[in-house]
């Protein structure tokens, strides 16, 4: 599952406090590999990406809740996060939130689309992207309600965990829908 917040930056984010939370993930990027690899998994494939063959140019830190003070805490703690590097900031009320993602799919039994992005760079250089993707319950199974399978729009998938979802995604490398397929009721 995942979450686009689309965001008019210049109405609600001061450039100062862009630039300054793209210099606190370059500083955490430059630390020592052994200090990142401590960023560990919550959930399978979580915790910090390193450059691999498959994708060489992406690096990624993973957090599971961000909205969790505790979970935050528990992120700054395993890289030895510098005060600065802590502070944190309240959310926007006029940021917009759009939850699309395939899990969602699922939940909303097909009433949701999934998002499609295409990220086109006008320059060469380092790109920094942060990026906040809202993830399954782990120990919940997820289900369309009864409210949206009707006589017209039947069940498309059966219950099952997200754990189990994320984990056909990352170990067997699905892209997207294909990790959905087990789920799937046939009609």
């Known amino acids: ?16 406090l862009m630039y300054e939370m793209k210099a606190v993930i370059i500083s955490l990027l430059e630390l020592p590999d052994e200090i990142k690899q401590l960023n560990v998994d919550v959930i399978d494939g979580s915790g910090y990406r390193f450059p691999d063959r498959i994708n060489p140019i992406h690096e990624g830190f993973g957090l599971y809740d961000a909205a969790s003070f505790e979970a935050v805490d528990a992120f700054c703690a395993q890289l030895d996060a510098t005060p600065q590097q802590r502070s944190g ?8 939130t759009r939850i699309q993602q395939l899990a969602t799919w699922v939940w909303s039994n ?5 998002v499609k992005h295409r990220v ?13 993707f809202l993830l399954g319950p782990k120990e919940e199974v997820v289900e369309a309600p009864s409210e949206l399978v009707t006589s017209d ?19 067997k490398c699905f892209d997207g829908g294909e990790a959905l397929n087990p789920f799937r009721i046939e009609s």
């Open 1 to 16: 599952m995942g979450m686009l917040q689309n965001c008019e930056f210049e109405s609600i984010l001061l450039e100062s």
């Open 89 to 96: 900031t309240r959310p926007r009320p006029k940021a917009r």
């Open 110 to 114: 097909g009433r949701f689309h999934n």
């Open 120 to 132: 086109f760079s006008k320059q060469a250089g380092i790109r920094i992207t942060i990026a906040t």
């Open 153 to 171: 729009n039947p069940r498309h998938y059966v219950r099952f965990k997200f754990e189990y979802y994320w984990k056909s995604k990352m170990y």
